[in-house]
């Protein structure tokens, strides 16, 4: 039985009745790194593979060493995880996928990992994205796209396709990545696996190289639905080193895995039911939605009228926060440092401008250059004032929805995933690809993408469901009814 | 007389003396090894987050309350974007347009008159590293303990009409801060640090001229000095027709001017908004009335209640409030002594004296209440004379040993003894007949020279105005 292909919550069962070990489990894992990853590209540093990683062979579980001395307590996990190239973990070098943080080794852990490595968990490597999470596709990364395991001349999304990837190939049981606009959904509806966005501030952003610091948020990208309850419990909580972080206790999220939809209102966003949606996406909604139907969920369509703003209201809230956050970049602490022989007094501004020249991409210079503008002198308040104003809009739609509705479905992408190379020449429309997941992040909402069909090519299509702040309970329990009854995670790729 | 008057709006930076760093748990302190007093947070190394320093709000708000602002009800942060070495996360974590305070003032006192100067506003930021420049190695060392310093801002409206005036005030500032305990508010360490605006206009225009900005000013006299230097630098360029550029000068010490600064003038942009990593802060009515409730009586109120509740005159009072201390020192004397102005007079002249020559603190210094009382006790009782006092005081401070034990000692007991300072007194005429001539000649002086040589002679254990009597009797009765 390859292991790898197993669910974390399979896996516990096998090693609660001592059917299996954690280092077999790491094995099998490693093996199918091995075995397929020269194609996927999931990874951008195996532990097995790495010098700065300790061997998983035949010694002491890593989480031991990790946790330096600490005894894990009984209801260990000890599964191996992988985590998306942006979260710090000590003594890692850890990149976001760029050159200009080579040779980075963050000092210390990001709070989400001391969480995971106090429940037991082994980091068995880092997951390829887009530069600084800047892409709908992983093609913006510094190491080279991911590709689809579906069909590996397609993208796996972005920006965490490396983790949705790794996680759909069977090259990792589970796995984190960060979401902004959409970056931990849309992969994972194109990966065909569970992808998490959970409500702003429920999960600590502390050592999460950040994107959009109002926007970013840590998520679980799962195999099936339980796992992403599992998950998430084990990250989730209040983080005294994180100001935005909630101070909202943790719920046992495995209590809402239960079949029963009776009676919950789901909201169908007009706005989102348009031109431009695929129509093997639409069908496999639509029939998604019969399945809730016939298990007791009353739809109803509803209205967010602000919708339409929500691509350009990112773009500009996003890039901003983004060109001010990525500033520290400089080549003076660590990264990349370019010094080119010139005069010692341009020396300072020169070094600035190659090394950020040189060490960052495409798509990473035109979000700094977009922010930058949108917060300079004389046009603050047109762009991004504004767009703050029209983020509380798109807020209050959602509010007013929720007063009604338990929780509103939509198309998590409006394609499937779409060819290496076809988008990466137009910024604008690949921007469009984040349509629907979007306003989830500018509401701070939590949000899911979970598996309802494929497309006749054979790619999977997410289906997404969104609920009010700090509800993450009712995603899980309308995503586990329809998991159950669609079965759609069951279908497994083969390699 | 000038047709142009100065107008001049200074901007004060407060380091503040919190155990920690106004956004991590680094300790505040200065003078250590480099990079050692450092974390991810005031690193800014990626993925770290700031979080509030409560102590360093509640300081702000003190100060603000102090200075008579307006606490702002909701209060946020933002960042103040720029690349420099010594700025870490290449943006500053400051305060735009929601600060702590706004329209404060502060009273100053100057030749007698009272006058009011507004505060625009006070805010709360962090400080940034240090640049040390190693021109032998060709580089530049940048040494973080610094950053992440809570600093408090202070920005003056532009009232200040003279130079005397910015000196007046600045010290006035500093005495406030140092009655608050918020700050050690020392120019050399950088804990207090001050830039200046000035501009010039014709006297009776209300339109204001074109300002420059200084900097490097080490100490309150060198911001005098720059003032005046550069007041004098803008009227002759006016008086000849020329304009003002507006720029940033660096005050020069050595040379007693100031100097453009040689980088490239850049506008600089910086793309303010609000730092979306901390959360707003709501300070409410109620917080605000416990953190005035527990502020300590203020240099302007203690001086008035001195004024009536110890009948000392306003100089004195002016002076004794200066130093926190010392005030305390001149009130802990009141309840053992009646005689409050002799106490003043000798905090103010022999004591301060003392401190200055020491260069002490008065909590070093060694003296107790009961010490002085007790000195002063010993010339009201005539057992030493005022000068005698002087010098036992001296020596009360070097050795430690209290007057009683110094008396016995040195058998300092003043001579007032009419028979043995007769026998003075007829040796002191002997040897200055010219003196004598000249008192007999009815002038007065020549007198207290007698009584001077009287206490040569004694070594200053004569009792002054006893020879001054005898002397009297002598020549001026008969």
């Known amino acids: 039985m390859n292991l790898s292909t197993l669910t974390a919550h399979e896996l516990l069962d096998l090693l609660k009745n001592q059917k299996t070990t954690p280092q077999a489990i790491t094995e099998s894992v490693l093996k199918a790194i091995q075995r397929t990853d020269d194609k996927i590209k999931a990874y951008v540093r195996v532990r097995d593979q790495e010098p700065g990683f300790a061997p998983t062979r035949g010694s002491v579980p890593m989480a031991h060493r990790d946790l330096g001395g600490l005894t894990p307590a009984p209801s260990q996990t000890h599964l191996p995880i992988s985590i998306k190239d942006n979260i710090c973990i000590r003594g890692s070098p850890t990149t976001c996928a760029s050159r200009i943080l080579e040779g980075f080794k963050p000092s210390y852990h990001a709070t989400v990992i001391e969480r995971i490595l106090s429940a037991g968990g082994l980091i068995v490597g880092q997951t390829n994205m887009d530069e600084f999470a800047f892409g709908s596709s ?17 993208v796996p999304g972005g920006s965490s396709g490396g983790s949705a990837a790794a996680v759909a190939g069977h090259e990792a049981i589970w796995a984190l990545g960060s979401d902004t606009g959409g970056s931990i959904r849309q992969p994972a509806s194109f990966c065909g696996v569970v992808g998490l966005k959970p409500t702003y501030g429920r999960v600590s952003r502390y050592g999460l190289i950040a994107f959009a610091s109002s926007l970013d948020q840590i998520g679980p990208l799962t195999k099936d639905v339980t796992d992403s309850a599992l998950l998430l419990k084990i990250i989730a909580g209040h983080d005294s080193r994180d100001s935005t972080s909630a101070d909202v206790p943790v719920p046992d999220y495995t209590a809402s895995l239960v079949e029963d939809v009776k009676g919950l209102r789901i909201g169908l966003p007009k706005e989102y039911f348009i031109e431009g949606l695929d129509r093997e996406v639409k069908e496999a909604i639509e029939a998604a939605i019969a399945v809730l139907q016939k298990k007791g969920a009353i ?14 209201t990112y773009y500009i809230v996003a890039t901003a926060e983004a060109s001010s956050n990525l500033a520290r970049f400089d080549g003076v602490q660590y990264g990349l440092r370019c010094q080119p022989k010139t005069s ?47 983020r509380t809009l798109i807020k209050n739609d959602f509010d007013r929805v929720f007063e009604e509705c338990a929780a509103i479905l939509t198309p998590t992408s409006p394609t499937t995933a779409f060819r290496i190379g076809e988008k990466i020449d137009d910024p604008l429309a690949m921007y469009l690809s984040d349509i629907y997941t979007i306003s989830a992040n500018l509401a701070g909402i939590p949000a899911m993408s979970v598996p309802c069909g494929f497309s006749q090519k054979g790619l999977p299509i997410g289906l997404q469901i969104l609920a009010k702040p700090f509800a993450e309970e009712m995603i899980f329990r309308i995503a586990y009814a329809y998991e159950q009854a669609a079965l759609w995670h069951k279908r497994k790729v083969s390699l | 007389m000038s047709e142009f008057e100065p107008v001049i709006g200074l901007e004060v930076h407060l380091q503040l003396k919190t155990a920690t760093k106004i956004f991590c748990g680094c300790p505040n302190r200065f003078g250590e090894e480099p990079n050692t007093l450092v974390c991810p947070v005031c690193l800014g190394l990626p993925g770290s987050l700031p979080v509030l320093n409560q102590k360093a709000l509640v ?5 603000a309350l102090a200075l008579n602002c307006e606490i702002n009800p909701f209060i946020k942060f933002d960042r103040k974007n720029y690349y420099y070495p010594d700025l870490p996360k290449g943006y500053q974590i400051s305060q735009y347009d929601l600060p702590v305070g706004r329209g404060g003032w502060v009273l100053i006192t100057l030749n007698g008159d009272r006058k009011k100067i507004l505060i625009k506003r006070v805010h709360l930021e962090e400080d940034a590293g240090k640049l040390i420049h190693d021109s032998q190695g060709g580089c530049t ?25 910015a000196y007046e005030y600045l010290i006035a500032l500093k005495l406030t801060f140092q009655y608050l305990d918020v700050s050690d508010c020392d120019m050399e360490k950088g804990s207090l640090r001050v830039d200046a605006n000035i501009s010039l206009r014709k006297k009776g225009d209300s339109t204001l001229g074109t300002k420059t900005e200084i ?18 630098r803008q009227k002759a360029l006016l008086t000849a027709g020329e304009r003002i550029v507006p720029e940033t000068r660096l005050w020069d010490d050595a040379k007693g001017a100031t100097q453009p600064m040689r980088s490239k003038e850049e506008a600089h942009d910086y793309r303010y908004f609000p730092e979306p990593d901390l959360v707003p802060f709501v300070v409410s009515p109620e917080t605000v009335a416990q953190i ?35 005030a305390g020192f001149f009130e802990n004397c009141s309840t053992l002594y009646s005689e409050i102005k002799k106490v003043s007079n000798w905090l103010i002249g022999p004591v301060l004296q003392e401190l200055n020559a020491r260069k002490l603190a008065l909590k070093d210094l060694g003296l107790k209440p009961r010490d002085l009382v007790h000195l002063i006790q010993k010339v009201d009782q005539e057992i030493l004379s005022n000068l005698a ?57 020549a007198m207290g020279f007698l009584v001077g040589q009287a206490m040569r002679k004694t070594a200053g254990k004569a009792n002054p105005k006893k020879i001054k009597e005898m002397i009297k009797r002598r020549f001026v009765h008969g």
């Open chain 1, 138 to 154: 992983t093609e913006n990364s510094c190491f080279g796209p991911t590709r689809n395991p579906w069909n590996l001349d397609c």
């Open chain 2, 141 to 165: 060392l940048v040494d973080y303990n610094r950053t992440g310093t809570p600093l408090m801002e202070i920005v003056s409206e532009p009232d200040l009409a003279s130079s005397q005036e």
């Open chain 2, 389 to 445: 006092a002087k010098e036992a005081l001296r020596q009360m401070l070097d050795t430690g040993k209290t007057i009683e034990a110094l008396v016995a000692e040195q058998g300092l007991t003043q001579i007032s003894d009419e028979a043995a300072l007769e026998a003075v007194l007829d040796e002191v005429i002997q040897e200055n007949e010219n003196a004598v001539r000249q008192i007999r000649q009815g002038k007065e002086s």
């Open chain 2, 215 to 232: 900097k490097n000013m080490n100490s309150f006299r060198a911001v005098k000095a720059a003032l005046d230097f550069e007041a004098d």
């Open chain 1, 344 to 390: 010692r007094k341009t020396a300072l501004v020169d070094m600035y401008e190659e090394t950020r020249d040189a060490g960052f991409g495409k798509e990473a210079k035109r979000r700094i250059m977009l922010g930058t503008y949108a917060l300079s002198s004389g046009y603050y308040e047109a762009y991004y004032l504004r767009g703050q104003k029209v």
């Open chain 2, 292 to 326: 005035k409730n527990q502020l300590p009586e203020l240099p302007a109120q203690k001086k008035e209640r001195f004024l009536k509740q110890y009948q000392i005159p306003e100089y004195d009072a002016r002076i004794l409030i200066q130093d926190k201390d010392l």
């Open chain 1, 299 to 312: 739809f109803q369509e509803v209205s967010l009228p602000h919708t339409e703003y929500a691509v350009a």
């Open chain 2, 59 to 63: 300081y702000a708000i003190k100060i």
